[in-house]
């Protein structure tokens, strides 16, 4: 299910990045970060979607951590 609305993220509502995708347009963020697994798999979906190549996946995957420990930070 979450790989469908990963899909309709990057194709109909034009999500630009995984963090967008992540933590905007799907449930997959919303009790925090996604597991390192689940993060690689929303990559290779998005990026497939957005024909991201391998650097530009890890780099998303890089942002989507950034945010979740900046919130966390914030939340101390």
Given at each position: ?76
């Amino acid at each position: 299910m979450i790989g469908a609305e990963l899909i309709l993220a990057a194709r109909k509502e034009m999500a630009p990045t995984l963090a967008d995708a992540v933590i905007r347009r799907t449930p997959l963020g919303a009790l925090g970060c996604p597991a390192d697994d689940a993060l690689a798999r929303a990559a290779a979906i998005v990026g497939g979607e957005l024909g991201w190549a391998e650097e530009r996946r890890r780099e998303e995957i890089a942002g989507v951590k950034r945010f979740y420990g900046t919130v966390n930070a914030l939340k101390t």
